[in-house]
């Protein structure tokens, strides 16, 4: 994976825009210390090459009524190349589920699925989750309250690991 060229000011960039994805370039140019020609053409470049994928308005799950939110995990009976890609296939495909992950470990796909209930949560696992050919085993947790949600990667020097605590002599 190639990791374009960044600096201080790109990373400047990058931490208003995803605080707030709505910023006039005129705003953030003065946030950043630019000129507004110069932000405006560093923001074109960070979005050329990928770095920033796209702008997207981030919607409150329970306020748009979806108060069930749950992780489920996924094993699956082959791992032959069309048993994974049917299975991909099928849960990219359902609007419930926001996120799949291939991971390590016990299973072999974690998923993130907002509903809007138990019933929902019932139907999702039984009509639409376990039909999908080659699931081995399922296993739902429920989200009790979500401690930490954010969109925003920790970038520049805030997002340095802190040094090891060192032993007081």
């Known amino acids: 994976m190639v990791h374009p060229a960044r600096d201080e ?6 931490r208003e825009l995803q605080a707030d994805g709505r ?4 705003d953030l140019a003065g946030r950043i210390g630019l000129s507004q020609a110069a ?3 560093r923001v074109r470049r960070l979005e050329r090459d990928g770095v920033i994928a796209r702008y997207v308005a981030l919607v409150d799950r329970e306020q748009a009524g979806f ?15 069309d048993d ?10 359902m609007p419930e589920v926001l996120e799949v992950h291939h991971v390590t470990g016990e299973h072999d ?14 139907r999702f696992l039984v009509e639409r989750l376990s039909p999908i050919p080659g699931i081995a085993r399922i296993q739902t947790s429920l989200v009790v309250r979500e401690v930490k949600r954010t969109t925003a990667l920790p970038i520049g020097p805030a997002a340095a690991s ?8």
């Open 67 to 81: 108060d069930l939110l749950c992780f489920v995990n996924v094993g699956l009976r082959a791992h032959g190349h």
């Open 23 to 26: 910023l006039a370039n005129a």
């Open 39 to 41: 932000t405006h053409a």
């Open 162 to 169: 802190p040094e090891p605590a060192r032993p007081r002599p």
């Open 84 to 93: 994974v890609e049917r299975f991909r296939d099928a849960v990219t495909a």
């Open 109 to 122: 796909y974690v998923l993130r699925v907002a509903l809007r209930n138990r019933r929902d949560l019932e």
């Open 9 to 14: 000011i790109d990373d400047a960039i990058l």
